[in-house]
């Protein structure tokens, strides 16, 4: 499963970004998939994640009532919509797909599948 994320930038803060992925794989819905972040000097963090069907959905407490994840199984394609930009949101953004059901949706090492990062800068 190949995945490439897209729409990382520049942002002010307060501003809104959408990140999108695409995967490759034909069986894209049986994947579980989350985003992490890693910001210079800092471990990858967690930040959310979405099951198969769409019908579950997952976020770190920091982003919680300010991103939204969401999928299209038809487009083989996970989003991350984020509102309300802080600084401390700037990172390198990371799609990635469980193939294992997301028991352990929080940590990295249980995904199977990673994209290749896209930054999102949020200047204050």
């Known amino acids: 499963e190949q995945l490439v994320e897209s729409g990382g930038g520049l942002v002010q803060a307060g501003g809104s970004l959408r990140l999108s992925c695409a995967a490759s794989?034909?069986?894209?819905?049986?994947?579980?998939m989350g985003w992490f972040r890693q910001a210079p000097g800092k471990e990858r963090e967690f930040v959310s994640a979405?099951?198969?069907?769409?019908?579950?959905?997952y976020y770190a407490d920091s982003v919680k009532g300010r991103f939204t994840v969401s999928r299209d199984n038809g487009k083989n394609t996970v989003y991350l919509q984020m509102n309300s930009l802080k600084p401390e949101d700037t990172a390198v953004y990371y799609c990635t797909a469980d193939a294992h059901g997301g028991r352990r949706y929080k940590v990295a090492d249980e995904y199977d599948y990673w994209g290749q990062g896209t930054q999102v800068t949020v200047s204050s």
């Open positions: 794989g034909r069986t894209f819905s049986r994947y579980f």
């Open positions: 979405i099951g198969g069907s769409g019908g579950w959905l």
